[in-house]
């Protein structure tokens, strides 16, 4: 069973950026298959670090759209994507150095990370957008 479902409530009515959250629950899905299944080290590796990297390039994207429209709260979500990416990082670094294992905690806190964060403060800048004509 997936461990995050998408549902209404996670759009923020823009469609490229609905498209990239749905692709990086997909990727947090897959490593929790990979997790339950208990594939290897090598796998779980190879599919921490698509995740991440794909998380880097979605961050990247959703700051330039925010940057390019004067979003008033730039700076703040900027910061946040910092602060999300460097735990994740740490977690990886934990997970490499084999001291911590990829548990269903570390999977229930990735689940809310994503899930708070797109439905706390990429929501909100849904209306911002939509009203400078982006969909
Ligand atoms: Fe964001
Ligand atoms: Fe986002």
């Known amino acids: 069973m997936a461990l995050i479902t998408w549902n209404d ?24 298959d990979a997790m339950k299944e208990g594939k290897g080290k090598q796998v779980i590796g190879d599919v921490l670090n698509g995740l991440i990297s794909y998380t880097k390039n979605h961050f990247a994207a959703e700051e330039q759209l925010l940057k390019s429209h004067g979003y008033p709260d730039y700076e703040k979500h900027k910061k946040e994507h910092n602060q999300l990416t460097l735990t994740v990082l740490d977690l990886q670094k934990g997970y490499e150095a084999g001291s911590a294992p990829l548990s269903q905690s570390v999977m229930n806190f990735l689940k809310d990370w994503l899930t708070n964060h797109i439905q706390g403060v990429d929501k909100v800048y849904g209306p911002y957008l939509n009203g400078k004509g982006v969909k």
């Open 9 to 32: 409530k996670l759009s923020v009515q823009i469609r490229q950026c609905d498209d990239e959250h749905k692709r990086l629950i997909e990727m947090v899905n897959q490593l929790h």
